[in-house]
């Protein structure tokens, strides 16, 4: 299922992605706390990988105006029963960082998550030492809700304290308020 259609929209990650991430990942810094952006010539195996996985239902993000994909963004660790998700595993060219397409991104994916499979709460995980996500999800209008410290052995062997951050079902209204006073 596509997800919207203008300034961006969200398809399901292919094979047919991958030239245009890998122009995208070329863009992005190496940031040694930032584990889950590949290397260009490391995209086709990151599609492959989220694609075979029954974790992750991974997006490729759009900017229709360019007609390219210029990142990645997924839903994973999905619980049905408890109505709940986390977003996350995202990525965007640093082209368009700062720019609408992360917001409208965003906004494609929450309204999937409470309107359309009515979920009670959105998580998302960054890492403690990743102040450029945690501004975005506060600007978002997540919530900050603890830290869990020595959560997580990096690809390149740090440890890694991550930051919860959430969006509740009857938060989501305002969230969606917001997203679109800052899309208009």
């Known amino acids: 299922m596509v997800l919207g259609s203008s300034p961006v929209r969200l398809e399901p990650l292919s094979s047919t992605h991958a030239e245009d991430l890998a122009r995208a990942a070329a863009t992005l810094p190496d ?6 952006v590949p290397a260009p010539e490391g995209v086709g195996e990151q599609i ?15 900017d229709a105006a360019a007609n390219r994909a210029v990142g ?3 839903i994973y660790n999905v619980d049905e029963h408890n109505k709940h998700c986390e977003l996350g ?9 700062g720019s609408y397409v992360n917001p409208a991104a965003k906004l494609l994916l929450l309204t ?27 600007r978002l209008g ?24 959430s969006i509740l079902d009857y938060e989501w209204p305002m969230v969606k308020c917001g997203l679109e006073a800052r899309l208009a």
């Open 112 to 138: 999937h998550v409470f309107e359309d499979l009515r979920f009670m709460r959105a998580e998302f995980r960054c890492h403690t030492m990743n102040f450029q996500s945690r501004r975005a999800l506060e």
């Open 31 to 36: 940031i040694w706390y930032v584990d889950h």
């Open 142 to 165: 997540a919530k900050f809700e603890g830290e869990l410290r020595r959560y997580r052995i990096m690809n390149n062997g740090t440890v890694r304290d991550s930051r919860i951050y």
């Open 72 to 74: 990645i963004t997924c």
């Open 48 to 62: 492959a990988f989220l694609v075979a996985s029954d974790n992750y239902r991974p997006w490729a993000i759009i």
């Open 89 to 97: 595993h995202t990525w965007i060219s640093a082209d368009v960082q």
